[in-house]
């Protein structure tokens, strides 16, 4: 499961970015990768350790409530489709 995270500040390093993604997620961080540090458009990818789709949700949820260095991150959660849901679609289709 991925997030990305949007509106992180210019002045956060890399590294800074990577710091706080860690320590906030913990075990559930499974990658994170940071776009564009120290510009405007700086955004991160953040992989989760879980494929339980609530636990983005949940956790997209939680992130979007945190600052970084006094700025507040925007979050989105991909939507979450199984292999399961998809045959379901395909059989119900006309």
Same mark, same amino acid.
């Given at each position: 499961?991925h997030l990305t995270?949007?509106? &992180?500040?210019?002045?956060? @390093?890399? *590294? +800074?970015?990577? +710091?706080? !993604?860690?320590?906030?997620?913990?075990? =559930?961080?499974? @990658?994170?990768?940071?776009?564009? $540090?120290?510009?405007?458009?700086?955004?991160? +990818? #953040?992989?989760?350790?879980?494929?339980?789709? =609530?636990?983005?949700?949940?956790? $997209?949820?939680? #992130? *979007?409530?945190?600052? #970084? %260095?006094?700025?507040? #991150?925007? &979050? @989105?959660?991909?939507? !979450?489709?199984?292999? $399961? +849901?998809?045959?379901?679609?395909? *059989? %119900? %289709?006309?």
């Amino acid at each position: 499961m991925h997030l990305t995270v949007w509106n &992180v500040p210019e002045t956060c @390093s890399e *590294q +800074d970015v990577r +710091d706080f !993604f860690e320590r906030e997620l913990g075990h =559930y961080a499974k @990658s994170v990768t940071v776009y564009d $540090a120290g510009t405007p458009n700086a955004h991160a +990818d #953040l992989e989760l350790d879980s494929e339980v789709p =609530y636990v983005g949700e949940t956790v $997209a949820r939680e #992130l *979007q409530s945190r600052r #970084l %260095a006094g700025v507040a #991150l925007r &979050v @989105s959660a991909a939507p !979450f489709e199984s292999e $399961a +849901d998809d045959e379901h679609r395909r *059989q %119900a %289709a006309p």
